[in-house]
Nanobody
Framework: QVQLVESGGGLVQAGGSLRLSCAASGRTLSNYAMGWFRQTPEKEREFVAAISWSSSSTYYADSVDGRFIISRDNAKNTLYLRMNSLKPEDTGVYYC??????????????????WGQGTQVTVSS
């Protein structure tokens, strides 16, 4: 059974930075694509970023492109999301996800099989 545990969330002022981590256990995820999503009480869970198993391809939502960087360290079985120039609208619970048996676009929630419990990010204005 795969377990994903996010960390690194917190409260930050607008313009600040945070780095989220997602540690995987139970299975080596080096052969699988992974992604980050976020959710607020007002919105459905939305795609933030995704990365291929080899890190050769990365994908970003328009709203974060140029400010966020997704990366992974397969030796540590860990996924990262570096968030720069944070805005109040980036506030939400951030979830990491792994695509093991799933299919489809990495921007779609349905493509992922395993999810973490989420970490809260709050950006104050």
């Amino acid at each position: 059974q795969v377990q994903l545990v996010e960390s690194g969330g917190g409260l930050v002022q607008a313009g600040g930075s945070l780095r989220l981590s997602c540690a995987a256990s139970g299975r080596t995820l080096s052969n699988y694509a992974m992604g980050w999503f976020r959710q607020t009480p007002e919105k459905e869970r939305e795609f933030v970023a995704a990365i291929s198993w080899s890190s050769s391809s990365t994908y970003y939502a328009d709203s974060v492109d140029g400010r966020f960087i997704i990366s992974r360290d397969n030796a540590k079985n860990t996924l990262y999301l570096r968030m720069n120039s944070l805005k109040p609208e980036d506030t939400g619970v951030y979830y990491c996800a792994a695509q093991i048996d799933g299919l489809g676009s990495l921007a779609s929630q349905g493509a992922y099989d395993y999810w973490g419990q989420g970490t809260q990010v709050t950006v104050s204005s």
